[in-house]
């Protein structure tokens, strides 16, 4: 009798990104050890959708009009980018508009105490924007890539990736529950340190760090992968030519590869 895979959940992440002294920079956390999905590894702020990030009742309190996938991806990783690192992508509801500027530090702290509570679902984000007289810059986010995990891991998801510019200002921090800390670090630095043993770096983490150090700017990321279309990505099981486990991914533009050993898929 075959098993059926589990339906992958769906998800989101989210490359903040801001310009560094010679290279852009991306904000990355690092995940508490007892948490049950890449446990001590470097990330980008992001994690499953909920209920609420469903809900019409956002319609008037969003910049952007996505479809029902996006946009419930969108307004995950603005969620999520704000339970992690405090961040907040959104306007005042009465300055609203593409390229109308993010909320400035004032906000972000006035908001910093209730991200414990929308983490654990006792606080509505919705509610929380809403009376708050905000909208989330859905439109800020630019696509960047589409990951679905492989049929066979015992936890999947439906991954859908986003580059956003960094509030000007703002000031990034850990949550100290699912995050234990965070970096502002280059896209090369990061995947060095993997390589040096210094980092845990999962599979697709790394495949869009890759991706993202072709950029030499936030301006050159927000237009070269606004313009680009995103080619979903589903890994599969396989062997190399001598024996060895490994996941195979389409050859698609930008990750610049194509196999993967099992033996480093941290997961």
């Known amino acids: ?53 469903a809900s019409a009742d956002w319609d008037p309190y969003t910049d952007g009009d996505f ?11 603005v969620r999520e980018a704000y339970e992690e690192s405090g961040l907040l992508l959104a306007r005042p509801r009465a300055q609203r508009g593409t390229n109308q500027p993010l909320v400035g530090p004032d906000m972000a702290e006035k908001l910093d105490p209730f991200r414990s509570a929308v983490d654990r679902g006792e606080q509505s984000f919705l509610e929380l924007i809403r009376d708050n007289d905000l909208v989330l810059a859905l439109d800020s986010l630019v696509y960047f890539g589409h ?51 210094e980092a845990i770096i999962i599979f697709p983490t790394r495949m869009n760090l890759k991706k993202f150090a072709t950029a030499s700017s936030v301006a050159d990321a927000v237009e070269r992968f606004g313009r680009e279309t995103v080619i979903t990505v589903k890994p599969q099981q396989s062997e190399t030519p001598e024996g060895e486990p490994c996941l195979i991914i389409p050859d698609v533009e930008g990750y610049g590869q194509t196999v993967e050993l099992l033996s480093r898929v941290n997961v």
């Not at 996006?70 to 995950?76: K, L, T, Y």
Request: charged share 20%.
């Open 1 to 53: 009798m075959t098993t059926q895979p589990d339906a992958p959940r769906l998800s989101a992440t989210v490359l903040i990104v801001r310009d560094g002294a010679n290279i852009p920079e991306v904000l990355m956390v690092k995940r508490h050890y007892q948490i049950d999905f890449a446990a001590g590894a470097l990330v980008f702020p992001g994690g499953k959708a909920n209920a609420e990030d």
């Open 67 to 77: 479809g029902p996938v996006q946009q419930d991806a969108r307004i995950a990783a």
């Open 147 to 197: 990951w679905i995990t492989p049929d066979m891991m015992p936890k999947r998801f439906d991954t859908h990736f986003y580059v956003a510019p960094a509030p000007p200002d703002q000031i990034a921090a850990h949550d100290g529950r699912e995050t234990t800390d965070s970096v502002w670090i280059g896209a090369q630095a990061a995947l060095d340190a993997e390589e040096a043993g």
